[in-house]
């Protein structure tokens, strides 16, 4: 495996279940991203993890839980989603923050019934 | 805050020709990178080509080079040669030394045709 990997590449989901997304990187990169891209509006940072700590939680809903085990992986833990919510999340990491290149994954289309 | 503006949604270009997306930016920073990005059907984000604002010569990449305006804030990109795989939605994002988001444009959908 090369570059970010994104699993599962599609979810749906209903209101009342549990579920986490699983992002994993293979390029020796300290910092990782969830992002949030919906239909129609630009992309969303959601969370920022830089050797394995948060530094950056954007006004994200606490139905949204991430975790970072370690510098390799990242996780977003989904419980009692929205219809809203349905959108693409996609995964980035780069070397440090700041002007760092980011590079991507292929991104978990979710979708919330 | 910082904003990044693509006034194009969609654009068309034939196999082979030239064409140019448009891209603008707010920023009171005087350290920033700007970026192109391409996202195909497929849905994966690919880095298309990067710019350091310190520098004022146009970062090219094979076909991909941009005009790079520092004080008009313009940011374009221009691909020759066009290939229909160039198909894609095309991003123009924004980071400083100062934050750790990309700040995206809201995309131009590009066409390519035979």
């Known amino acids: 495996e090369t570059g970010v990997t994104q699993t599962p590449r599609h979810l749906v989901m209903g209101m009342t279940n549990k579920k986490s997304l699983k992002c994993e990187q293979h390029?020796?990169?300290?910092?990782m991203y969830w992002y949030k891209q919906s239909a129609k509006k630009p992309l969303e940072l959601m969370f920022v993890y830089s050797l394995e700590e948060r530094v950056e939680n954007n006004s994200v809903p606490s139905r949204f839980s991430p975790e970072c085990p370690n510098s390799s992986h990242l996780f977003l833990h989904l419980h009692t989603l929205q219809p809203e919510d349905s959108a693409l999340y996609l995964c980035a990491s780069s070397q440090g923050t700041g002007e760092e290149t980011q590079y991507f994954g292929p991104g978990t289309r979710l979708l919330v019934l | 805050a910082q904003t990044v503006t693509q006034s194009q949604p969609e654009m068309s270009v034939q196999e082979a020709e030239t064409v140019t997306l448009s891209c603008t930016y707010d920023?009171?920073?005087?350290?920033?990178?700007l970026f192109w990005y391409k996202q195909p059907p497929s849905r994966q984000m690919i880095l298309v080509i990067r710019q350091e604002a310190y520098k004022q010569q146009n970062a090219t990449e094979n076909r991909f080079s941009v005009n790079f305006q520092k004080a008009a804030k313009s940011f374009s990109l221009k691909i020759s040669d066009s290939q229909l795989g160039d198909a894609a939605m095309y991003f123009c994002?924004?980071?400083?030394?100062?934050?750790?988001?990309?700040?995206f444009g809201k995309g131009t959908s590009l066409l390519v045709t035979p």
């Open positions: 994002a924004y980071t400083s030394n100062s934050g750790y988001a990309l700040n």
């Open positions: 390029l020796g990169h300290n910092a």
């Open positions: 920023t009171s920073e005087s350290d920033y990178y």
